[in-house]
């Protein structure tokens, strides 16, 4: 016997005996059989898209993450480019001013002040 003679007859037998509970459960009964019914010759189908869906999301998960990944990294190798940029014109402009001036205490204290919470 194929599988619609068996899977026929099984819903056959469960039909008469949810019959027995009520005319509503059987209302709900034959609908969800119906949906089944209807569903049943697509599952190969439905199976594969999804199959197809998870492999690309996986892909397309692991491309977001590199791209991501270099984006942040390019981002950091130019902040941090920046900052040494920085760093050299705060040197120049204190050895400048040390070389044209008399050594103040306080002039250099906040120079160095400034320069550290730029960091």
Not at 54 to 76: F, I, P, W, Y
Not at 87 to 100: A, F, V
Request: proline share 3%; net charge positive; hydrophobic share 35%.
């Amino acid at each position: 016997m194929d599988s619609g003679g068996i899977i026929h007859r099984l819903c056959h037998q469960l039909s008469s005996v949810i019959g027995s509970l009520g005319p509503s459960t059987v209302f709900g009964y034959k609908g969800v059989l119906l949906i089944f019914a209807f569903f049943w010759p697509m599952r190969g189908v439905r199976l594969k898209q999804i199959k197809e869906i998870l492999q690309h999301s996986k892909r397309d998960g692991q491309m977001v993450k590199s791209l991501t990944a270099s984006l942040v990294s390019r981002e950091e190798e130019e902040r941090h480019q920046m900052n040494l940029n920085e760093n050299e014109q705060l040197k120049k402009q204190i050895t400048e001013w040390t070389c044209s001036r008399p050594c103040h205490v306080s002039h250099l204290h906040r120079l160095r002040i400034h320069a550290t919470h730029l960091r």
